[in-house]
């Protein structure tokens, strides 16, 4: 099958690879904000690499064993600062896919809550959204399990900081 591409109602597409990849982007967001640091690396292929644009700096990238390190420190950081990370994730978008190779846009808003605060009165207005983001996803469907998973992936904040 051909990438899908023009109108994008087009419905020249295998609905179960859909709905596996629409997963695959909720699950980005779901395993890393309940600290599944573990599940959410099996989320990604083998030598997964990332691109962060933030306003008019030059990107940052991190790529293969780079990639877990980051990741974890950056967990662990806002974990130990008591920030309990979430993600909103809306507007996604299949903007091509093939039967083993797909792009994927999403955007996602970054809101770190602070997690003594949650079952306060103060926790209205203290909750703040410090990143919003475009992200583009390049998945990848697996030769030995047909699974979909993320290879690369852009993400283009909005704000030059985060």
């Given at each position: ?21 629409i ?117 990848e ?21 985060v």
């Amino acid at each position: 099958m051909p990438f899908t591409s023009g109108h994008p109602g087009n419905a020249n597409f295998d609905v179960a690879d859909r709905l596996a990849i629409i997963n695959l982007i909720g699950s980005y967001a779901e395993s890393y904000e309940r600290n599944h640091i573990d599940g959410w690396f099996e989320l990604f292929t083998k030598e997964p690499k990332v691109t962060v644009h933030m306003g008019e700096q030059p990107p940052a990238c991190v790529s293969g064993p780079d990639f877990k390190a980051f990741f974890c420190d950056y967990l662990n950081t806002s974990l130990g600062n008591g920030i309990v990370p979430r993600h909103l994730v809306s507007n996604i978008h299949v903007r091509q896919q093939s039967e083993r190779q797909a792009e994927a846009s999403a955007y996602i808003t970054y809101i770190p809550l602070p997690g003594e605060l949650l079952q306060t009165p103060q926790a209205k207005e203290e909750t703040r959204v410090t990143g919003t983001a475009l992200y583009v996803f390049q998945l990848e469907k697996g030769d030995g399990d047909d699974i979909w998973r993320i290879r690369e992936y852009t993400i283009r904040y909005d704000q030059a900081e985060v």
